[in-house]
């Protein structure tokens, strides 16, 4: 599918170009992580320079399939500029209401694996257990389940994301957003390394080895500054571009 689409590079400026390589990046290293659920989940990125446009892959495209070029580009009032496509409605529900609440937002990923899915049956499901769990803890926020594809959740899931960047959609998934879309990317992985260290703690026999409410309180003070950061992810998320491309994934095209 994707290698069928071509786009007018020259009717684009050049920071939506790298947006699109660098997003198509970040569903490559999706894809290699696993967490996919064939074609029902969805990353995006707004376009430098044009707050109210993001870009989101089409509906019906394996996360290894998505190329720059394969791309859709949306207005937040759920309209698809320039090459036209069907995109999921649910994502575009979810995307466009984090970007209406949070304009410092500027990717937005979202996934459904098996641990990220299971912690998000428990209520206030992740605990401060873990070395992982600490780099998000303070900055997790808890969104009930409401009805898909509604424009009353779109609004209900900004108002949430106005309490944290890590977010647990409670019997659905896991969302994270970020000013850089490396950030966003390390977000995500921290969130699914602490629910995967969560179940795993909640299936063993024993006491969890507590960490000191002091350690709990120094990791929030020194996490909380380095998430803003522009070069918090950035080096995780460089290696990871080389790791696909060595794989041979093309997805600058």
Wanted: with cysteine; aromatic share 8%.
């Amino acid at each position: 599918m994707s290698a069928a689409i071509q786009l007018n590079r020259q009717t684009m400026s050049d920071a939506e170009w790298q947006t699109r390589c660098d997003l198509a990046s970040l569903y490559r290293i999706c894809h290699y992580f696993g967490w996919t659920d064939t074609i029902n989940t969805h990353l995006s990125a707004r376009i430098p320079g044009e707050p109210n446009h993001f870009l989101i892959n089409r509906y019906g495209e394996m996360f290894d399939e998505v190329t720059a070029s394969s791309l859709l580009k949306m207005d937040i009032d759920g309209n698809v500029l320039g090459e036209a496509g069907s995109f999921n409605n649910a994502g575009f529900i979810i995307h466009s209401g984090v970007y209406k609440a949070r304009p410092d937002a500027n990717c937005v990923l979202h996934t459904h694996t098996r641990a990220g899915a299971g912690v998000s049956l428990l209520q206030d499901g992740l605990r401060p257990i873990s070395q992982d769990v600490l780099q998000i803890y303070d900055d997790v926020a808890y969104h009930p389940y409401g009805v898909p594809a509604s424009v009353e959740e779109c609004e209900e899931l900004g108002k949430t994301c106005k309490h944290g960047s890590c977010v647990v959609l409670l019997n659905h998934g896991l969302l994270s957003f970020g000013p850089t879309l490396h950030g966003a990317l390390h977000r995500l992985y921290m969130m699914e390394r602490s629910c995967e260290l969560e179940v795993m703690a909640r299936t063993m026999t024993g006491q969890i080895a507590p960490i000191a409410q002091y350690v709990i309180d120094k990791a929030k003070e020194r996490y909380s500054k380095i998430r803003l950061t522009e070069a918090y992810g950035r080096n995780e998320w460089t290696a990871l571009v080389r790791t696909v491309e060595r794989q041979g994934a093309d997805f600058r095209r």
